[in-house]
């Protein structure tokens, strides 16, 4: 497999986004989760085996002063209209993970005629107060994976992929970039993850399916319903053993879920 | 140097099982701890202890503001100023203060400030803390990311809304309002002192310094910990350009006089031990969440002083073992005879370079009576000894005192009304 290439462009608006991109095939957006982009991200690995993905790097992730300029999701799914012209994307899929499943779920209810297809992985975004989404910032950093991941062996296994040589100075400068990735979150969904995207999802055009993970103890699976009476042509699944980072804890099944509904005929 | 006496209004009966029962004192504590009786007696002895703080010879006297917190029972430190501007004259009411970003509009802070300073003739000392993390991110919702940005808007806003002259528009990021023209303004001219309760952020230095404000580091763990984090604002005043005048800071110290070593630990030690192990018993999820800290004093911080804070603040363990003597030998209290607290302080002064030294000499559970006890002997046996230091130096960061600080006052007998 070829390594992601990497690139910046600019915005009518003068903002700089970095982008990772690889792989051939059908265009595909992927909208990262909490850490940002890695280019060896194995996720990102396999969906490239099929797909042309590019992988925007979110706002605030390379620097906190590009969040100056976007006060409210509103203007962040401006942003990525802006990108998505940019980068010339007609007739593409949007999937996300985490926090960036709730902008991809932002983007498609924002503007309706982008999106082809829609895959929400765990995906940040409703409130529901019988099951509240747990609060991941209300936890030192370095527990903050606890709550991510639900075995125990497959965290391991992939954070030692990451630290690998690593010595002090890097896992500090991992804390700090996860701090800053956590900064941007905030801005968004701060102090609840409710920005009103429950309004806004009966305008979501296209076919959607929400995956959660069984065992996610923060975004608890009951969301599965919340997502699918908003949406006009939402489909979801539960997925076993897996937490909140299910395309990582469960990546077979989430990428056979994600091949049966990318792939399956249009309907028009 | 001056001399403040600061009072945190802890609640006084949280359980000796405290710190083993409940992950915090602070954010989620347990409303079931709460017996109005108690606060309602302790709130009244507190405001006693505040004002006969004033009447042995503190130049000032400070309170704060806290929310759910189990240790600091003044959501508005507004409502204690007030209070004590009516029971006292002379002495400054150091509000140690408003955390800015959470008003809305902020000119409300601007309001209660000019009627304390006016209903006080000219004693406000006026704090904009930005606040913890815990009363401003988790207790009020502001998110972590924008919470400096937002409070900075306020404090020119503020600023402005005491010194234009005119009705004026102001066209915040946070903040929009068409018509900005406060009644009452405050009385001192240009505005009342200003000073920043703060951790160690470069960028709050760089503020106090840019504004002429106060800085004051309100620590609980002691002037040798406090060393480092005062060195780093002395250094921005360097690089600003600026005389070290110690009276630009200030710094909290818990203190607690006796007639000997003996008898400090005999009086003190249950008191400081119930504020060390129960009061600090802070959840360590609530101390850091992302964006409270800018990226570059985080980065710092990994390399020294962040990292010490957080992971004091974090050190729950640790605090539950510490004993009197750990608090002493560590320099958390200074405790001791007159003689070795003057010593001790005259040893801050050398060290910290600090004109306004805020004193806690209540804390924990302490008894009224044990309090005035420390209060009367720090300001009979302790003050004199040490009023002359910096006596070189001006003070720009006080009120200055006016006659009209006696002018008006509490009328002693009711007239009958006809």
């Not at chain 1, 797909?51 to 969040?67: H, I, M, Q, S």
């Not at chain 1, 992929?161 to 400068?173: E, L, N, P």
Request: charged letters at 20%; glycine letters at 6%; aromatic letters at 10%.
């Amino acid at each position: 497999m070829k390594a992601m290439s990497s690139e910046t462009v600019t915005l009518p608006n003068g903002r700089r986004w970095e982008l990772h991109s690889g792989g051939a095939g059908p265009q595909l957006l992927w909208l990262h989760g909490l850490r940002g982009v890695d280019p060896a991200d194995p996720v990102l690995t396999a969906l490239q085996a099929r797909y042309r993905v590019t992988a925007p790097v979110a706002p605030g992730f390379n620097d906190l002063d590009e969040l100056s300029q976007i006060d409210n999701i509103h203007e962040l799914a401006l942003d990525y209209d802006d990108l998505i012209d940019v980068l010339g994307l007609d007739g593409f899929v949007m999937v996300g993970h985490s926090f960036g499943a709730m902008i991809a779920a932002e983007i498609a209810a924002h503007f309706p005629r982008r999106a082809e297809r829609l895959a929400l992985l765990a995906p940040f975004g409703l409130w529901n107060d019988a099951y509240p989404v747990s609060d991941i910032f209300a936890v030192p950093y370095t527990q903050i994976d606890d709550s991510l991941w639900h075995d125990p062996a497959t965290r391991e296994r992939f954070a030692r992929k990451v630290a690998t040589g690593a010595d002090v100075k890097d896992v500090a400068a991992q804390t700090v970039k996860l701090a800053q990735g956590l900064t941007a979150v905030t801005k968004f969904v701060w102090p609840i993850p409710d920005r009103g995207l429950r309004r806004r999802l009966p305008r979501i055009a296209c076919p959607t399916l929400v995956l959660l993970g069984a065992e996610d103890r923060v975004i608890s699976p009951r969301y599965a319903d919340d997502f699918k009476s908003g949406l006009r042509h939402g489909q979801t699944a539960v997925v076993a053993g897996s937490g909140h980072m299910l395309p990582y804890e469960q990546p077979e099944e989430v990428m056979l879920l994600l091949e049966r509904f990318l792939q399956a005929p249009k309907i028009t | 140097m001056k001399f403040h006496f600061f009072h945190l209004m802890p609640y006084p009966e949280l359980p000796e099982d405290f710190r083993e029962k409940n992950r915090s004192v602070w954010v989620d504590v347990p409303s079931h701890l709460f017996d109005p009786a108690v606060g309602h007696r302790a709130y009244n002895e507190y405001l006693d202890e505040l004002e006969y703080a004033a009447s042995v010879g503190f130049d000032g006297i400070c309170v704060n503001e806290h929310h759910q917190n189990a240790y600091g029972m003044m959501p508005s430190p507004n409502l204690m100023a007030a209070a004590l501007a009516r029971r006292t004259s002379g002495v400054k009411l150091v509000l140690m203060g408003n955390s800015v970003a959470l008003y809305n509009p902020p000119t409300r802070v601007a309001e209660e400030m000019a009627m304390l300073d006016v209903m006080s003739g000219g004693r406000l000392v006026a704090g904009f803390p930005v606040g913890t993390p815990m009363d401003t991110t988790y207790c009020y919702g502001q998110s972590p990311a924008t919470l400096r940005e937002k409070y900075r808007e306020g404090v020119d806003l503020i600023l402005r809304a005491w010194s234009d002259p005119d009705v004026f528009s102001f066209n915040g990021k946070y903040t929009q309002l068409r018509y900005v023209n406060i009644w009452p303004r405050p009385m001192q001219k240009p505005r009342p002192p200003v000073w920043v309760p703060g951790g160690a952020s470069v960028e709050t230095w760089d503020l106090c310094l840019e504004k002429d404000f106060l800085y004051a580091n309100l620590s609980y763990f002691g002037y040798q910990e406090g060393q480092k984090i005062m060195d780093g604002f002395w250094d921005a005043v360097d690089r600003h350009n600026l005389p070290r005048n110690p009276y630009r800071a200030g710094f909290l110290q818990f203190i607690a006089v006796a007639a000997d070593d003996a008898e400090a630990e005999r009086l003190y030690a249950e008191p400081a031990l119930y504020f060390y192990r129960r009061c600090l018993n802070i959840y360590a999820g609530y101390v850091n969440p992302p964006g409270y800290m800018s990226m570059a004093t985080l980065k710092a911080g990994i390399e020294g002083q962040v990292s010490r804070i957080v992971n004091r603040a974090g050190a729950r363990a640790e605090m539950a073992t510490l004993s009197w003597k750990d608090l002493v030998d560590r320099g958390y209290l200074v405790a001791g005879s007159p003689q070795t607290v003057a010593d001790r302080i005259n040893d801050m002064a050398d060290k910290l370079n600090v004109g306004h030294l805020m004193t806690l000499l209540h804390f924990g559970n302490m008894s009224k009576e044990v309090t005035t006890y420390n209060t009367r002997m720090f300001a009979e046996k302790v003050i004199p000894k040490l009023r002359s230091r910096f006596s070189q130096w001006d003070d720009n960061w006080f009120p200055r005192d006016t006659p009209l600080q006696t002018a008006a006052s509490p009328a002693t007998s009711l007239a009958a009304v006809p």
